[in-house]
Nanobody, 116 residues
């Protein structure tokens, strides 16, 4: 059974850093692009970053470009989101996502809170 499990969220002061992890179980990780999304209260879920299966290409939303870095360890079936220079607008539940055989897979989310 394919499953994604996020961790690493928490409370951080504005300007601080946090690293999120997403562990993939089942066959979902190998050969698939991995994505990070976030959803703030009262807002729609928005795409944050993508890393392709080989890890050689990444792309980011303009709002996080230059501050966030997505990476993956294919030996650990884990994708990471390193977040720096956090501001209150970054506060949200962060979700890991992938798509396999036409089906979307989401993690349960991890809360990031940024205090000003």
């Amino acid at each position: 059974q394919a499953q994604l499990v996020e961790s690493g969220g928490g409370l951080v002061q504005a300007g601080g850093s946090l690293r999120l992890s997403c562990a993939a179980y089942g066959s979902i990780f190998r050969g698939n692009n991995m994505n990070w999304y976030r959803q703030a209260p009262g807002k729609q879920r928005e795409w944050v970053a993508t890393i392709i299966s080989s890890g050689t290409y990444t792309t980011y939303a303009d709002s996080v470009k230059g501050r966030f870095t997505v990476s993956r360890d294919n030996t650990k079936n884990t994708v990471y989101l390193q977040m720096s220079s956090l501001n209150p607008e970054d506060a949200a539940v962060y979700y890991c996502h992938s798509r396999m055989a036409g089906k979307d897979y989401w993690g349960q989310g991890t809360q990031v809170t940024v205090s000003s």
